[in-house]
């Protein structure tokens, strides 16, 4: 990509900042190389961090400019709400609150951009890292005109290089070579790496884990919560009226008490490594179990299939850093009309890192008792499913009999076939 031009003119760089190691170097690299003007804006999508500190240490490394803005509830409302109701699980596994927070991210950064007349946009992410893509492809998409830059790539330097950097010129960072952790932080979920982390067979210290108890201290009893949902959309909490951002703040806090919401996995990267992801998420499982329960209640079996198979998808092309395709358009457009029923209240178990589904209720519920019940109010027909039975394995019958009728030699005794296909057929 090319490098942004020096001339009479000062250009300006507009740095995502994130106040941590990377971007904290950065500053001080890109005036160096460069002689730029940097402008450090920061997203705030729920991170725990001090912002404004943040803010006044961009300043103090050499940032012209250093701006925060405000993005939670946009965040929960545009990109959590349409990731939930496809309940979009990385793997299985991941709630993809990185992922989700990164698109959003460049969009106001573009804006920014344009409002400073910055023609260069600068990330902090590695060169083996997913972020790398979805920051540079979605500013490829949302403005194809703007030079974009990587000095964590372009650097080469390890992580204990860049500290010892900081060291050298006096940067002021948030990590030591005693606790090299790299946080990520959103409402979503919380990402820790680096470190001890690295080993894929040793247990996360208890010490990295800020939002979620551990099992020997977390309650001895069981927390109950319930979760009314609109249209796919979680609108209540235990009876109270939430707005999406409320909602997923408070159950944080309440799962989080109850050690509910820690991932360890080993998570295949776009860049076609493995890497070993911790998170904290709680209120991404909880709800996104209770969702997926009270769209088995309400969703006739054929669509809820469809939609299963369509999520793992909606996952990946989200994880891929490929929110402003068109596909994932289109997929929103599907799944949204899926939602119509989802309508309903979940009831959860929390206890020691465990969420349980333990009640669930809908008008639109398609379950009937009168149906499924085995006592004497029974009106499921047992007569049908005798014919339905044959009806549905004749197939396989007629399969059966034409290779049940092979002789020695692997050859069909035509007469043998015939015999029994007609008595099939009767």
Not at 278 to 306: G, N
Request: proline share 5%; with cysteine.
């Amino acid at each position: 990509m090319k490098s942004p031009s020096k001339g009479k003119e000062q250009k300006k760089i507009l740095l995502a900042y994130s106040g941590g190691l990377d971007t904290s170097v950065a500053i001080h690299w890109l005036k160096q190389k460069y002689g730029c003007e940097v402008v450090a804006v920061t997203v705030d999508v729920g991170q725990s961090d001090d912002l404004k500190e943040a803010m006044r240490r961009a300043k103090a490394i050499g940032a012209s400019r250093a701006w925060v803005i405000d993005a939670k509830k946009e965040f929960a409302e545009d990109y959590i709400i349409p990731a939930l109701k496809a309940n979009a699980l990385y793997e299985g596994n991941y709630p993809l609150g990185t992922a989700l927070a990164r698109p959003l991210m460049v969009e106001r950064l573009v804006t920014m951009a344009r409002r400073l007349g910055a023609d260069t946009i600068a990330h902090g992410c590695t060169g083996k890292g997913n972020d790398q893509v979805r920051f540079e492809v979605s500013i490829m998409a949302l403005a194809p005109d703007i030079t974009i830059l990587a000095p964590t790539r372009d650097w080469n330097m390890s992580r204990d290089e860049e500290i010892e950097y900081a060291k050298e010129h006096d940067i002021p960072i948030p990590v030591t070579c005693e606790a090299p952790y790299s946080i990520d932080e959103s409402v979503w979920s919380r990402a820790i790496e680096c470190g001890v982390l690295e080993d894929p067979w040793q247990e996360p210290p208890e010490a990295i884990f800020e939002w979620t108890k551990g099992i020997e201290s977390s309650p001895n009893a069981p927390e109950y919560v319930e979760l009314g949902f609109c249209e796919g959309v979680p609108v209540s909490l235990n009876g109270v009226t939430m707005e999406p951002l409320e909602l997923v703040t408070a159950l944080n806090e309440i799962a989080g008490n109850h050690g509910v919401g820690r991932i360890d996995h080993i998570e295949n990267r776009l860049v076609g490594i493995k890497s070993r992801e911790v998170y904290e998420a709680p209120a991404a499982i909880v709800l996104t179990k209770a969702h997926q329960d009270i769209e088995s209640l309400v969703m006739p079996k054929d669509l809820m299939h469809y939609k299963r198979a369509m999520e793992q998808h909606y996952a990946n092309l989200v994880y891929d850093g490929l929110w402003f395709s068109p596909l994932r358009r289109a997929m929103d457009a599907f799944i949204e009309e899926t939602q119509e029923n989802v309508t309903g209240i979940v009831k959860i178990k929390l206890f020691k890192g465990s969420a349980v589904v333990v009640g669930r209720e809908s008008a639109h519920s398609l379950y009937s008792t009168d149906l499924s019940t085995y006592e004497k109010s029974d009106e499921f027909d047992h007569s049908a499913a005798k014919g339905f039975i044959y009806v549905w394995g004749l197939p396989l019958k007629v399969a059966g009999v034409v290779n049940s009728t092979k002789n020695g030699n692997g050859v069909l005794n035509e007469i043998a076939v015939k015999e029994e296909y007609s008595s099939v057929c009767k």
